[in-house]
DNA sequence: CTACCATCCTGGTTGC
DNA sequence: TGCAACCAGGATGGTA
C-alpha cells in the first residue's frame, strides 16, 4: 500500500496516541513477517515509553525510552488501527497489538506480511541495513533539482524507475512517480541522466508538491490504505493519470490520452504529449 | 552499470 | 456460479 503519504498519515495518526505512553502490554502474534522478528521484541518493548513516533522514507520510527528504537515498514498490505476504547475481536492478519497504559489499544494488521518489524539499539540507527543506503527526504529542505539531478548522476535507465529507486528519493513509490512525472511535463521513458537543470527543479518540485498535497488529503486509499482512525485517504480523486488508462488527458484534453504500460515490472501511466 | 526475472504473501477483480 | 488467471501502493537478490 503505501508511500511516503500514506505512511506519513499513519505517523501522523498515531503520535499522539504513543507519544509519551508507556508499552503496558506488546503482543506480536507470529514469530516472522518479511523477516523473523527479533527475539523478545514484545516483551523488550513491553513496560517502556514511547518518546516520539518519526518517519524516515517509508519507514516508521518509534524512539523508545531506554535507548530502543523500533521499526515498522507497512509493506503493500499494512495498516495501522487504534481504538480508543475497547477493541473488536482479533481480525486475520492482525500481527501485533500494543496497549497503552492509558488504554488505548493500537494494532498492526498486514494480509501479504510484506512488512517488516525490527527492534535496535538507536547507536544502530544510522548503519541500519534498510536504512543506511536511503536517498533525501524529499520534503526536507535538502532536496531540491540539483540534489535530485546529483543522485541521478549519469544513470541511464528510465527516470520513472529511477525515482522508484530509494537511493535517489526516499518515499516516492509507484503513484507518486507518475503523478510528480505528469506534473512536470517530463516522459517516464525519458534517460534520467538527462534530467538536469530545469527539468530537474521542476521534478523535485512536483514530487515535494505531490507528496504534500497527498499528505493534506490522508493519504490515497485504493484497496488497503486507511487512516489510523479507519478512516479513508482521498487523493485517489486528485490522481492525474495514475489508474486512468484511456481516458482523457486532464492537461491537454486529448481523448484517450492516459497511456499505461509497464517499466520494471509495474504500471507506468502518462500522457505522451504533455510529457517529454 | 543495466535489464530482466523471480521471490516473499493474500485477496480482490476480471474473464471465460 | 465456479474457477483460474492476473493484478496490486514494496523491496531484495540473482543472473546475464
Given amino acids: 500500500m503505501p508511500e511516503l503519504p500514506e505512511v506519513e498519515t499513519v505517523r501522523r495518526g498515531l503520535a499522539p496516541a504513543l507519544e509519551g505512553a508507556v508499552i503496558a502490554k506488546a503482543t506480536a ?11 523478545g521484541f514484545a516483551e523488550n518493548i513491553t513496560g517502556k515509553r514511547v518518546d516520539s513516533v518519526d518517519r524516515r522514507a517509508k519507514y516508521l520510527l518509534l524512539r523508545i525510552a531506554g535507548g530502543m528504537v523500533m521499526l515498522s515498514h507497512l509493506g503493500m498490505s499494512g495498516r ?3 481504538y480508543k476504547d475497547a477493541p473488536p475481536a482479533l481480525e486475520p492478519h492482525d500481527h501485533l497489538e500494543l496497549v497503552t497504559d492509558s488504554g488505548v489499544t493500537i494494532r498492526y494488521n498486514d ?27 524529499p520534503l526536507s529542505n535538502a532536496f531540491d533539482g540539483p540534489a535530485l539531478a546529483a543522485g541521478l548522476g549519469d544513470k541511464r535507465t528510465a527516470i520513472k524507475l529511477a525515482i522508484l529507486d530509494q537511493r535517489v528519493v526516499a518515499g516516492v513509490g509507484n503513484i507518486y512517480a507518475s503523478e510528480a512525472l505528469f506534473r512536470a511535463g517530463i516522459s517516464p521513458k525519458r534517460t534520467a541522466r538527462t534530467v538536469k537543470r ?12 505531490v507528496l ?16 489510523t482512525s479507519g478512516e479513508l485517504g482521498y487523493f485517489q480523486h486528485s490522481f492525474k493519470v495514475y489508474g486512468r488508462g484511456g ?3 486532464p492537461g491537454c484534453g486529448t ?20 510529457q517529454r
Fill in 111 to 137: 494480509p501479504r506480511r510484506f512488512g517488516i518489524l525490527d527492534l535496535f539499539p538507536e547507536e544502530g540507527l544510522a548503519t541500519h541495513k534498510l536504512l543506511a543506503s536511503l536517498g533525501p527526504e
Fill in 29 to 39: 502474534f507470529r514469530p516472522d513477517l518479511r523477516f523473523p522478528l527479533p527475539p
Fill in 198 to 209: 530545469g527539468r530537474a527543479d521542476k521534478l523535485a518540485a512536483a514530487i515535494r508538491d
Fill in 247 to 249: 481516458e482523457t488527458c
Fill in 255 to 274: 481523448e484517450a490520452g492516459i497511456r499505461q504500460f509497464v517499466q520494471g515490472g509495474r504500471s507506468t501511466f502518462y500522457c505522451a504529449k504533455c
Fill in 80 to 82: 495501522y488501527r487504534i
Fill in 212 to 227: 504534500n498535497d497527498a499528505i493534506a488529503a490522508g493519504g490515497s486509499s485504493l484497496r488497503d490504505h486507511r487512516q
